[in-house]
């Protein structure tokens, strides 16, 4: 079982931008730090750009930066934006269900329960929960891309 | 965010096995009733055989049958053998993590937290809360091969 690497993304992404707030991010800053596809990556920023959750500012020294403040970016909100879905057995997908069970069976309820305790968990967490707090210049710079020093881009 | 394809085979073999209990099913017999590939179907079985769930009886009139008593198959320990893993993002993979927020981060804490609340849910469910009661005759029809007559397998 896993989330999709457009949430990983995504939730790098929006980690990245509130550890720089003082500052305007680039997508390709984001897609060289963690050696990431550029293009991949655009998608997931217009994603969120679209949600409210990064805005874009234009121009020569434009860049992303959050749409919104961190506490207010809860992350169950988020992963049900970025998962395409949720679809644990067949028989979640109402045009694809062939499973002869499905009709006399609580399978679906219990993967269903079990989803949404998943889901209860993270929407208890906010985005500033996830990321160093601000006023700890110390660990903040963890997160800075002067992290290239200690660990190259791996080859491709 | 998805259950695999073959968690979600053993679990239908299994309830299968479950409301058959007075015969022994074939492989052939649930890959037809599912119309899915009985090559991977054979692989999910003989995992299940490993780990105890279903037992074969060898010989001409043989068959498989429940390793162990429906009240006594805990789901949430069967999806823990047949999922691969449970990497919600980059960080949970030791060997391939490349994510210079690793360090200093809590999302690999907050998505295991999430995880974990989906596998309690599970770990409270036994393969018999999941099939029709027995001693109910004409619920359990509904999981015979009849249903063939209205629902016929799709073409190939």
């Known amino acids: 079982m896993r989330l999709t690497t457009y949430t990983d993304y995504a939730l790098r992404t929006l980690m990245y931008l509130a550890v720089n707030r003082e500052r305007l991010v680039t997508i390709q800053d984001i897609a060289?730090?963690?050696?990431?596809?550029?293009?991949?990556?655009?998608k997931v920023v217009h994603?969120?750009?679209?949600?409210?959750?990064?805005t874009t500012v234009r121009g020569r020294n434009g860049g992303l930066k959050l749409g919104a403040e961190p506490q207010d970016i809860n992350i169950g909100a988020l992963v049900r934006q970025t998962e395409t879905d949720f679809h644990m057995?067949?028989?979640?997908?109402?045009?694809?269900?062939?499973c002869v069970f499905a009709s006399n069976c609580v399978l679906e309820d219990t993967l269903g329960a079990a989803t949404a305790a998943y889901l209860q968990?993270?929407?208890g967490v906010t985005l500033d929960k996830l990321v160093p707090a601000t006023g700890r210049p110390s660990t903040v710079s963890d997160f800075q891309?002067?992290?290239?020093t200690s660990r190259p881009p791996a080859p491709r």
């Open 89 to 98: 057995a067949e028989c979640f997908d109402r045009e694809g269900n062939r």
């Open 32 to 42: 060289t730090l963690h050696t990431i596809s550029k293009n991949h990556l655009t």
């Open 145 to 148: 891309p002067m992290v290239f």
């Open 121 to 123: 968990v993270l929407d």
């Open 47 to 54: 994603h969120l750009g679209q949600i409210g959750l990064v």
